[in-house]
């Protein structure tokens, strides 16, 4: 694109360039300090820093216009004024997609929309040149930065789409306009804003809106609240899970431990036999919602296995590490009920002694208190040693003990837990680390990695 088409499809004035439509612009940033040559520097006020203070520091750094809300007086180098930054990148993201002939798969859910993001993109790698959402790159902001780095050779987009509240779905979506869309479950997540999963339910489904025509939905039927969706836009779901009723089902599990699973998939046309290198019976589901989608792009058999082996786990997200003294399960990006049950389950597939240090889980509303004495029930038929972090956390501890199954210790901070660590975990342990993002659990993986 250049300047005066920018301009145009945010609706933005022109200012300091004489020739805009003779400059060229190539992707975009928000941080000033990852700007590459010839892109869009959008500047904006956020609580604690005004990206407009760093326009000029944009330029020196190769861009070629900056879109902003006001031009400071010592900025002389081409800008974009428009009434609010952050609705002119979605603008200029949905118009960019427009003129691109790739197909999107918008992924979204409460529980592994990323490993799910990741299933997705290995396997179709097989087939199409791919382009995936980076990092937690699936908000607002992230996903029109990401639908800018797409270039005309890429085939398909695989776009991860979190969400809060409601209305956000739908302005995700209507720049995303997928082709190929997915749900992973419905699980208790943001119920601040959404309330129960009922609400999670109706804000994630915003997205049937904005499905291309001829598009296909693709959802997990064991799930109670999408098993019930009869169609979209007139079409029936593709279903995928381990029940009957699942289009595309697997049977037949095997777990190897932290090492993986196999098991039989089969669908309408099809059955093949999948190899999953990440532990735990959840990620045969993601691998499940995967094949989903390679199907509805027109992948083979022989196409879907060849991806599944590129297919590795990312750091903060069930990512196992190998090291000298203990096996950890490093899963410290988020939290939610249904994702510590999920991580729970991959640590109990460990034989060696089983420590589940676990945090808070926020934004669970008014039955927080509830939803972490649940965790702590679970977690004492799931591991060895529990810690409990946190001051919701002590719920977990204090039903967990009630068990009297297993030592069980709760510490209000992550710094008085690593003072006492050298007390609790041998060496040989197999160690689960998961918690809220807000608790920053990295800082205890650092430490027992050092």
């Given at each position: 694109?250049?300047?005066?088409?920018?301009?145009?499809?945010?609706?933005g004035q022109i200012v300091n360039c004489k020739k805009p439509a003779k400059v060229e612009v190539e992707g975009g940033v928000v941080d000033s300090r990852l700007v590459k040559d010839k892109n869009i520097f959008f500047a904006s006020k956020g609580a604690k820093v005004d990206g407009h203070d760093y326009i000029n520091k944009a330029f020196s750094m190769g861009a070629s216009v900056c879109v902003c809300e006001r031009v400071p007086d010592d900025v002389k180098k081409p800008c974009i004024v428009v009434p609010d930054t952050m609705t002119a990148l979605a603008d200029i993201a949905a118009y960019y997609l427009g003129t691109l002939s790739c197909k999107v798969v918008?992924?979204?859910g409460s529980v592994g929309k990323t490993t799910t993001k990741e299933f997705i993109a290995a396997i179709l790698s097989a087939k199409y040149n791919v382009i995936k959402t980076q990092k937690n790159f699936n908000n607002e902001v992230g996903l029109p930065l990401t639908v800018l780095s797409i270039r005309p050779e890429h085939e398909v987009a695989v776009l991860e789409m979190g969400i809060a509240d409601f209305g956000q779905m739908r302005f995700l979506a209507n720049i995303a306009r997928p082709d190929v869309e997915v749900i992973t479950n419905i699980g208790t997540c943001h119920l601040e804003r959404l309330g129960d999963r009922d609400g999670v339910f109706k804000a994630k489904t915003e997205m049937f809106d904005y499905l291309q025509v001829d598009g296909s939905v693709c959802l997990f039927y064991d799930d109670d609240k999408l098993c019930q969706v009869k169609e979209v836009d007139g079409k029936p779901p593709v279903f995928f899970g381990f029940g009957e009723g699942a289009d595309i089902r697997a049977t037949d599990v095997k777990?190897?431990?932290l090492?993986?699973?196999s098991a039989k998939v089969t669908g309408p046309d099809f059955d093949m036999n999948i190899r999953v290198n990440l532990p735990g019976k959840h990620m045969i589901n993601d691998a499940l919602a995967a094949i989903a989608v390679?199907?509805?792009l027109g992948l083979n058999s022989y196409e879907i296995i060849e991806g599944l082996k590129n297919v590795e786990s990312l750091e903060g997200r069930s990512h196992i590490i190998l090291g000298e003294k203990y096996t950890i399960i490093d899963d410290v990006y988020n939290a939610n009920p249904a994702s510590m049950r999920a991580a729970l389950d991959m640590l109990s597939l460990a034989d060696t002694r089983k420590v589940a240090i676990l945090g808070d889980m926020f934004e669970l509303g008014e039955k927080e208190v509830e939803y972490h004495e649940e965790i702590g029930t679970y977690a004492v038929d799931k591991c060895d040693v529990l810690v409990a972090i946190g001051k919701l956390s002590y719920n977990m501890a204090l039903k967990a003990k009630a068990a009297v199954k297993i030592p069980i210790y709760h510490y209000d901070t992550k710094e008085?837990?690593?003072?006492?660590?050298?007390?609790?975990?041998?060496?040989g342990?197999?160690?689960?680390l998961k918690a809220s993002h807000g608790m920053d659990f990295k800082a205890i993986l650092d430490k027992l990695i050092a």
């Open positions: 694109m250049n300047i005066q088409e920018v301009a145009e499809c945010c609706h918008g992924i979204t777990s190897y431990g090492k993986g699973s390679a199907r509805c008085e837990f690593m003072e006492n660590m050298g007390e609790i975990i041998k060496d342990d197999s160690i689960l």
